[in-house]
């Protein structure tokens, strides 16, 4: 069954290449199709295009729908195109006639908009949510670990004294600025798009503020040539929010991986969330990490391929936007199973002494011991040059007694503050 059948056929290799997988993306948007199938029976009654009895019907078919989703026994077989056209001949197939008034007053083309829409709005508050998590499991970790010295690095280098609680609060700090995206992107969908069609209205009566409450949006998208424009901007939009929240969390993966080397050994993690070599079997592989650093940046490429696809197209609806669906809806899964990985497997970090008295970590309070002599009363390029010349001739003694105190470093993490400044 095809939305758009009018009885002619269809070559059958131009129906393979159009529908694509189109049956097994679409069983992720099931639900919000019956969600919004719901809003929009209840609208079509209002407006007098489907009696109080034929709403009764409908809605009961749709509650019959709904619960063979969410006990997973519903599947869209080979004859159906999509979700749509498979919810559609099952409510005619029990109601006859008046399943087939569900359509009225749509377009397949805003029943996919609003199911999209209604899809991204919830997974994104799961991953803000997912995200939360992560944040107060590292901000826990931040505080447990405060005075715990590591060593801090530019170009790699040993440079300054830094801490696990600067470190893990650091990562923490930046997810905020995920979520403000997380949250743009929230409120860039949070717009109902029913009632556009095809993109050019109706001449049906329709009440677009009605569907937009019972739907639970804030405000709807009014123009309705921009409500089908949103197609593409809003997968846009989304994949540069989880592109940003994945940057922070490849980084932060590369750092677990550099930490558990030999060559730093600042921390491990029990056996049984590392795997070993086939050959060498002294190798504990932090392959969870690796997979994490991985997965992050196949999502970070989403954005630009959101851009190609849609990039140049004229106003209106185009086929191309099918292909926007598959990697979104995979990205969301995938960043979900991530937070939920990192969240687990980070608890678990075994944070290991390390010594500074090490020559390795010689130089680590050179600036530190430049301070002290500012304070003291010499200007800082004459400080400078004093220790840069005890550098240079090996006569350097570090001096660790000095304190950070001010706000945000390593003696003053003003966790508290980090902690309220997570967005609603």
Known sequence: MKLWDKGISIDKKIEQFTVGNDREIDIHLAKYDVIASKAHAKMLQKIGILTANELIDLLGGLKKIQNQI???????????????????????????????????????????????????????????????????????????????????????????????????????????????LLNAAIKTVDQNPLGSAAGYGSSFPIDREFTTKEMDFSTMKYNVVAAQMGRGKNERTIAAALGGLSNTMARFAMDVCLYMSQNFGFISFPDELTTGSSIMPHKKNPDVFELIRGKCNKIQALQTEMILITNNLPSGYHRDFQLLKENMIAAFEEIKDILDIFNYSIQQVIVKDINVNSDLYKYLFTVDNINTLVVEGQSFREAYQKIGGQVQNGTYKPDMSKKHTHVGSIHNLCLDKIKNKFPE
């Open 70 to 180: 969410e006990e997973g026994r519903f599947i869209i077989e080979a004859q159906f195109e999509d979700v749509h056209s498979k919810i559609e001949f099952e409510l005619t197939k029990t109601l006859g006639e008046v399943g087939k008034k569900i359509h009225t007053a749509r377009s397949r083309n805003d029943q996919v908009l609003v199911a999209l829409h209604l899809y991204y709005k919830e997974n994104l508050g799961i991953v803000k949510q997912k995200t939360k998590t992560l944040f107060e499991t590292l901000l826990g970790l931040a505080d447990t670990y405060k005075n715990k010295v590591l060593p801090g690095y530019t170009h790699l280098q040993v440079a300054m004294p830094s801490s696990f609680g600067l470190w893990f609060s650091a990562y923490a700090e930046l997810m905020i600025d995920d979520v403000y």
